[in-house]
């Protein structure tokens, strides 16, 4: 409802001529912003899930690693061990915070870094910028032994194939 009044009025002053007009778009374009924001960090979503682990005392630390190294052979067991805490009290920490189990927080990021590795049609140094990296190249970066288990996955989560998302990423001219 915010956002319909919001940019009709936005819509309003950018036709003005109005001495200010100019500075008042500005500040609307603030204040939007700043809205949109706070309804985006209002809903639970996997990415504030990331941010509430990353400022943990305890887990913070263990989810920096699995951002550092996504395609590290991860377990509950490891996090746990690097995190100083048993497996029962890890994973139960891990929930608390993010409402979420660890391994499924690991998923999200690996599908998340592997969505921006075929949008950018490159992993990580822009020396392979050139061309579309291999579907399987994709999929071993970010933690997957086979490009099909990297394919179910990837379908769950998007609802289309990792080639039809890069098909349409680079449809779109993003």
Known sequence: ?????????????SMSTLPGSSVVCSQQCATLFALAVREWLTKATPVQNVLNLL??????????????SPAFAWTVEELAKRAH??????AQLFREVSNSTPLAVL???????AAQMLSRGRINAPVLSRGSQPLVVVAESVGYASESSFHKVFLREFGCTPGEYRKRVKALGV
Not at 55 to 68: D, R, W
Not at 107 to 113: E, G, K, V, W
């Open 55 to 68: 400022l943990h005392p305890k887990l913070g630390a263990v989810v920096f690693m699995m951002l550092e």
């Open 107 to 113: 998923t999200t990021l690996r599908l998340q870094f």
């Open 85 to 90: 805490m048993s497996r029962a009290s890890f």
């Open 1 to 13: 409802h915010w956002l319909k009044a919001m940019i009709a009025l936005m819509q309003q002053e």
